[in-house]
């Protein structure tokens, strides 16, 4: 049977790469001992050619018969020092630098004893006993240094042995490795084949046909086992199509039904916003708008998710400044840290204005899902974008940018990083209690950055912060071709113009209707409107219109049909026909282009992207105020209330339910203290307030009012001493303060 062979190939090409490795090192250990061995009888020899050197110096003195015999001795054994010398210097190692010392040292030594020959050669008897020590002396070294050489070759040798026996292991563990391999791949397809032949019994198919495969499942018997899997695996890949069609449809259904009200209501909310507001309904206004696209953003990354699965999600070729488009990005990050010790920096290394050609939908919703998390798990310190924009070598209109968001927040634990990027994932429940989120957006944003062509990194180390960076190639694009946008800026087209122009509005929804109807009455677009298709094409033949917004899923007659029957009319060649529709789906919008339509919305669309939209069609040119972005900011009252929930959690391991019981409670305990306090003070009854102070002190520690239980310590030192009039200042600043908190508090618990 055959199984798997990519890591078992792996396995493989690691033990020929070590092998190869080990053989280099076992040649270089058998050199090293063959030369240490040719080094030492190489010294040997020499040795016994000094000794037999200085027994010619004996016969040398005097004038023996001898002396012509032990002269021409002496020249032929200097001649066999210098043979062997030469010799001892070719077999040293060339990187020995003790051994290479060691032969210059004897070398030195040998030309002094050969001086004193010559002398003793030409008559002088007085050098015999100066060469006879320094021979003495040379013999001595080339002892020692065989001993040397000889325990360094012993160790040279149990490494030999060390690295054999490595191979031998590594070999061992190699076929052991592969034949448990085998076992494991053999057991996986069994099960795999058992799983295939029950699905098909699940599946409806025929009592014979399962018995006989059950019968090949267990026996493994190849041709039965073959057919059945053939049909199992074509009845279950029908299946699995249905279901995905199925999900497919029902995320579709999903998308309108949720998309249709929510539409609405993000809608009015910009128009409302738009009125006259004081600063109670523009605090409730961003908490709704808040809440509002928060559900969006839920919603989005489920249909983004479905679309990444089934492989259907496309990219945007659109030209941007991408300088102005980060910069924009750092500005929203600020607005979310607002109320917490984080500094939001933006560090670019690269041209201004540099235009890009890329996905700028994509590459904001990456960057801003890495920005928010960054803000969202770090109390203190920095979040930093950092950006290197540089040309590619090879072509200098592709430009390489490498994007990093680090931050010094709480980190991600070692066990958890390799399925962060999974769908769902989170570090622990308790991530989800604290911090919210439903586990999509890391997963969707190394699905959109693989999608570009890079691919997410992490480094994190838990308590140190994280760091998420990733690279993208990209083409260059000229200033002229760069498109504005900006979700810091509003929107405004010239009235006078507009009213030169009549829309059609049409959707059966009432509230979008009115939606669509309040945007084009704000900027002063003449209109008409239409229920459905039937309406708005009998609408179509009474006059003709500059503008058609067109809603795609309504009774009677659909938004598809509407606009190819709109098509066919004489006077509906210049009408501009945008499609209106929750199906979010790539399907949808080729399905409404497809039809006639010039453009397509999808719900709930923004009153900005509407302006836009309506301004292309009709060849105006708008103009955009800039304005902040339109995020909920978080007073400093409200950050405390935030510190305060997030204490009591990790405290008492309560619900934010209970903690805003148990607050609420201590608000409508306290007021009257808080009342007393202050009036005992400004009456200099410093017992009774210090009294007050005392029992505060704690109480404030047990709700995460560190801070101001270490400023009630401070205000009774105060009190004890001489300046009360300090004393009173403190206290009511201090009253005051708790007052500010507990107003938040309350409008916490009442919004909620």
């Known amino acids: ?148 050489n000889r325990i360094e070759a012993q160790a040279s040798l149990k490494q030999l042995y060390l690295l054999l026996s490595l191979w031998l292991l590594a070999a061992v563990a190699l076929t052991g490795f592969l034949l448990w391999q085998k076992y494991r ?60 069609q199925s999900k497919d449809s029902f995320f579709a259904s999903m998308s309108h039904e949720i998309r249709t009200p929510l539409n609405g209501l993000v809608g009015f909310l910009g128009n409302l916003a738009e009125t006259p507001l004081n600063d109670q309904q523009r605090q409730y206004l961003r908490i709704i708008d808040s809440s509002a696209r928060s559900l969006m953003h839920v919603i989005n990354q489920i249909l983004d998710y479905s679309k990444i699965q089934a492989g259907k999600m496309s990219l945007e070729d659109v030209a941007f400044d991408l300088h102005a488009f980060i910069e924009e990005r750092v500005a ?69 940018l490498d994007f990093a968001v680090r931050d010094s927040g709480v980190g991600i634990p070692f066990n958890i990083q390799q399925r962060l990027f999974k769908p769902f994932a989170q570090a622990d429940d308790s991530v989800a209690r604290r911090y919210g989120g439903s586990g999509l957006g890391l997963s969707i944003s190394s699905s959109l950055v693989k999608l570009m062509g890079g691919q997410m990194q992490l480094q994190s180390r838990p308590g140190e912060g994280s760091s998420f960076s990733f690279s993208l190639s990209v083409l260059a694009a000229k200033p002229e071709e760069q498109v504005y946008m900006s979700e810091l800026y509003k929107v405004i087209l010239p009235r006078t113009e507009l009213k030169k122009y009549w829309a059609l509005l ?155 019981m148990i607050l609420a409670q201590t608000v409508m305990d306290w007021r009257p203290v808080l009342d007393n306090l202050n009036t005992y003070a400004q009456q200099g009854n410093a017992e009774e307030t210090i009294a007050i102070l005392q029992r505060l002190k704690g109480q404030l520690v047990s709700i995460g009012l560190i801070e101001h239980s270490e400023q009630s310590v401070q205000i009774m030192a105060a009190f004890r001493g001489k300046d009360r009039a300090a004393a009173q200042i403190l206290v009511s600043n201090f009253c005051h303060a708790l007052s500010r908190i507990f107003k938040a508090l309350e409008q916490e618990v009442t919004v909620t």
């Not at 699905?199 to 499942?217: I, V």
């Not at 018997?221 to 199509?241: G, H, I, N, T, V």
């Not at 009153?607 to 978080?634: K, S």
Request: net charge negative; hydrophobic share 40%; charged share 25%.
């Open 1 to 148: 049977m055959k199984f798997k062979t990519d890591l078992a190939l792996l396995c493989s090409l690691s033990f020929v790469l070590l092998s190869i490795v080990l053989l280099f090192a076992v040649a270089a250990r058998l050199q090293r001992i063959f030369a240490l061995n040719q080094c030492s009888q190489t010294a040997s020899e020499i040795g016994s050619a000094l000794s037999c050197q200085l027994e010619t110096a004996r016969s040398l003195r005097g004038f023996s018969p001898t002396r012509e015999q032990a002269r021409a001795s002496s020249l032929q054994l200097r001649d066999h020092l210098a043979e062997q010398f030469e010799l001892l210097k070719q077999s040293c190692p060339p990187k020995d630098q003790q051994m290479q010392s060691f032969i210059l040292l004897l070398q030195k030594d040998w030309s002094q004893v050969e001086s004193y020959m010559q002398d003793l050669r030409a008559g002088f008897e007085t050098s015999w006993q100066k060469s006879s020590s320094i021979v003495e002396a040379m013999r001595e070294k080339i002892v020692q240094r065989n001993q040397l």
């Open 185 to 244: 791949q053999e057991q996986e397809q069994r099960r795999v084949l058992t799983n295939y032949l029950a699905l098909s019994r699940d599946f409806g198919g025929s009592g014979s046909e399962m018995t006989r495969g059950g019968e090949a499942a267990e026996s493994l018997s190849e041709a039965p086992l073959a057919d059945s899997l053939e049909k199992s695996l074509a009845f279950c890949f029908e299946r699995f199509q249905q279901e995905s």
């Open 332 to 400: 929203i990050a600020k607005q979310l840290a607002r109320g917490k010790s984080v500094k939001v920096l933006l560090q670019y290394e690269g041209e201004k204005p540099q235009i890009i050609r890329a996905d700028a939908g994509r590459l904001r919703q990456v960057l801003d899902n890495l920005l928010n998390n960054a803000v969202k798990f770090t109390e203190r310190g920095e979040v930093v974008l950092e950006l290197l924009c540089r040309p590619e070598a090879e072509d200098p209109c592709n430009l390489k």
């Open 506 to 660: 049409v959707d059966d929804t009432p509230t979008n209707l009115f939606l669509l109807e309040t945007i084009c009455q704000s900027v002063g677009l003449p209109y008409r409107t239409a229920q459905n298709g039937r309406e708005a094409l009998e609408l179509c033949r009474q006059q003709r219109f500059d503008l058609i917004f067109m809603d795609i899923q309504m009774p009677i007659m659909d938004g598809y049909t509407a606009i190819r029957e709109i098509r066919k009319l004489d006077n509906s060649g210049r009408t501009h026909i945008i499609a209106l529709t929750a199906s979010a789906f790539q399907e949808d919008i080729d399905q409404a282009l497809g039809a006639g339509s010039t453009g397509f919305i999808p719900k709930p669309f923004e009153r900005d992207q509407l302006l836009l939209c309506i301004a292309e069609a009709l060849g105006l040119v708008p103009e955009r105020q800039f304005r902040e972005a339109q995020l909920p900011q978080e007073s400093s009252e409200g950050a405390i209330v935030r510190q305060m929930h997030d204490f009591m959690r990790e405290q008492y391991q309560i619900s934010l339910g209970e903690i805003k």
